[in-house]
């Protein structure tokens, strides 16, 4: 596995790459880690080159600055100046929660250099309610992040591997980085701005899309993946037994399900109305 930082107009970012073959970035979650798919990597770096990013703060990745200034809308940024200092081309992205969202807005900004979409739990198509608003700014609460944080990966992780073990043991500590901290809870208050909701701009998204829902995940629901499927024209959408992460609690029938979609990608209409 070679590491590497990338500067780009928008700032910098930690990628790690193996395998060979077409490009397949792979993008975690707030808070995460690209070693939350450890248990995908080796398999899928038999067929691509596996590009892992850590968002700014997390993993080897510096921070944005200051902490507090993170967002999934500065995320999603970044993957687009990325994609295009890296100079990648019929790229494969499988993005997790916010990275999912940074994936949608890839798709709309850079179609041409993409292949294939495969949402895992994606936020931006969440219809708010008083409560969830509530949920987000309660969460953006530094104070608050350092006591629940180590335990919010129990309850939208809920099969047990060692990969999800690893997962909760980096929550368990990431209470002690005060700039953990900040980011996490920043990117939960961005959660509410209006630019983060996708629902209709991706109907401009043509890019064949797979959308995985976890049937027990707490924060991004079934009906969330429901409705980013419905939002992106053409997009699968596949239920797993699981919680937010099921490239780490499923890995195998993650793999069986997603390893087809990314090898033959259904053609998508190219035309747009409206």
């Known amino acids: 596995m070679s590491m590497a930082l990338i500067t780009t107009p928008a700032g910098v970012l930690h990628v790690e ?11 975690h979650a707030n808070p995460g880690d690209p070693a939350d798919f450890d248990a995908v990597t080796p398999l899928l770096a038999l067929r691509y080159r596996v590009i892992r990013v850590s968002w700014p703060g997390y993993g080897q990745g510096p921070a944005p600055q200051p902490p507090q200034s993170a967002s999934a809308m500065q995320f999603a940024e970044l993957l687009v100046q990325l994609v295009s200092v890296m100079d990648l081309r019929n790229v494969s992205v499988i ?4 990275g999912g969202y940074a994936a949608a807005w890839l798709a709309l900004c850079h179609p041409e250099r993409l292949k294939a979409l495969v949402l895992v739990s994606p936020g931006g198509f969440s219809a708010h309610t008083r409560w969830t608003r509530a949920f987000c700014r309660f969460m953006g609460r530094e104070r608050i992040v350092r006591i629940f944080v180590r335990w919010m990966a129990y309850l939208y992780l809920r099969v047990n591997t060692p990969v999800v073990k690893a997962m909760r043991m980096r929550a368990a500590t990431m209470h002690r980085s005060p700039v953990c901290v900040a ?14 909701d996708l629902r209709e701009v991706a109907r401009r998204i043509r ?19 429901r409705m980013a499927a419905a939002s992106i024209p053409g997009a699968h959408h596949f239920v797993m037994p699981c919680g937010h992460a099921p490239f780490a609690e499923l890995p195998e029938l993650f793999l069986q399900v997603v390893e087809p979609f990314l090898a033959n990608p259904p053609a998508v209409a190219t035309s747009v109305k409206g």
């Open 17 to 27: 790459e193996c395998g060979n073959g077409e490009p397949l970035l792979l993008l």
């Open 207 to 225: 890019v064949p899309t797979l959308v995985l829902s976890g049937r027990q995940d707490p924060l991004v629901k079934v009906e969330d993946g």
């Open 95 to 98: 993005g997790n929660s916010v």
């Open 183 to 196: 980011v996490n809870a920043a990117v939960w208050r961005s959660f509410t701005d209006p630019a983060h």
